[in-house]
């Protein structure tokens, strides 16, 4: 079973620019693993943010934009804003089964 | 618009059964994918598996083989959870959810405590 990996916590001051990453212990994340990033914040469902690795929704803020980086798949904040403070989680599709990532705690201070 | 609704929050014993329900409506139950997901406190979302609500075809992660049970009742518009052999570590917030058009909707989950 496939392991997606994320940074734990990730700190950006206010107007900053961050970028969360999700991993893949198979090997390169491609537009194959289809992939997803929510956001979640204590109490609420998770948000989708981007959905097959670029795509943003309606409800999307600009400021948000995903990407496929370097074999990994990047969710990328600029301008953070305070409300921006949540739990980002990724998610990748391997043949129809789901894995999370472990959340990346972002902070903006 | 699409709603699943779950069944209210359990308390079990170590080594009994709990069974949670997500009741769609909105949207066609047989037309999609219904996923479990499950969060324990302060952990990662967890995919547990699918039912194909049209076919009743399953595919469950292998950390569940064997202990989980997703089941659908096409009449009623509801999928359902059932999950064996309870332990501690299965105290989580349980979720169903649904994929459409690159949105997941999510049911507002069920809280089951396994606790002696």
């Known amino acids: 079973q496939a392991v997606v990996t994320q940074e734990p916590s990730l700190t950006v001051s206010p107007g900053g620019t961050v970028t969360l990453t999700c991993g893949s212990s198979t090997g390169a994340v491609t537009s194959g693993h289809w992939p997803y990033w929510f956001q979640q914040k204590p109490g609420q469902v998770p948000r989708t943010l981007v959905y097959d690795a670029t795509s943003r929704h309606p409800w999307t803020p600009a400021r948000f934009s995903g990407s496929l980086l370097g074999g990994k798949a990047a969710l990328t904040l600029s301008g953070a804003q305070p409300e921006d403070e949540a739990v980002y989680h990724c998610l990748l599709s391997y043949n129809s089964a789901w894995v999370f990532g472990g959340g990346t705690k972002l902070t903006v201070l | 618009q699409v709603q699943l609704v779950q069944s209210g929050a359990e308390v079990k014993q170590p080594g009994a059964s709990v069974k949670v329900s997500c009741k769609a409506s909105g949207y066609t139950l047989t037309r999609y994918r219904l996923h479990w997901v499950r969060q324990a406190p302060g952990q990662r979302l967890e995919w547990m598996g699918y039912i194909n609500s049209d076919s009743g075809q399953t595919a469950y992660s292998q950390t569940f083989q064997g202990r989980l049970t997703i089941t659908r009742d096409t009449s009623a518009s509801t999928a359902y959870l059932e999950l064996n052999s309870l332990r501690s570590e299965d105290t989580a917030l349980y979720y169903c959810?649904?994929?459409?058009?690159?949105?997941?909707?999510w049911g507002q989950g069920t809280l089951v405590t396994v606790s002696s």
């Open positions: 959810t649904i994929q459409i058009g690159g949105n997941l909707y």
